[in-house]
Nanobody, 116 residues
Framework: VQLQASGGGLVQAGGSLRLSCAAS????????MGWYRQAPGKQRELVAL???????MYAESAKGRFTISGDNAKNTVYLQMNSLKPEDTAVYYC???????????WGRGTQVTVSS
């Protein structure tokens, strides 16, 4: 499975972006998909997760501003980001973890830059 992330860009503080992550083929009925980010000089960190059952979880920094959702018919997961802050600037990566698999999949990342 290949994951293609898109939707990043340059936005002013307070603005919004919607990231998309499309899988190249049908994803497992049991899975977790998520978004992570990595800012320059920092470790990659979790932003949001969504299970195939609909459960979601968010990093504290994302709560109330970001929403993760999915479209199983399109094998795509989204991250709606509102009220963006300069500290949200990072490369955003999507991840797909099939239940019971010994491996996972990562997309190449999409750059999000928030100007003050």
């Amino acid at each position: 499975v290949q994951l293609q992330a898109s939707g990043g860009g340059l936005v002013q503080a307070g603005g919004s972006l919607r990231l998309s992550c499309a899988a190249s083929r049908r994803i497992s009925s049991g899975h977790v998909m998520g978004w992570y980010r990595q800012a320059p000089g920092k470790q990659r960190e979790l932003v949001a997760l969504k299970s195939s059952g609909g459960d979601t979880m968010y990093a504290e920094s994302a709560k109330g501003r970001f929403t993760i959702s999915g479209d199983n018919a399109k094998n795509t997961v989204y991250l709606q980001m509102n009220s963006l802050k300069p500290e949200d600037t990072a490369v955003y990566y999507c991840r797909y973890v099939p239940f019971g698999a010994a491996y996972d999949y990562w997309g190449r990342g999409t750059q999000v830059t928030v100007s003050s």
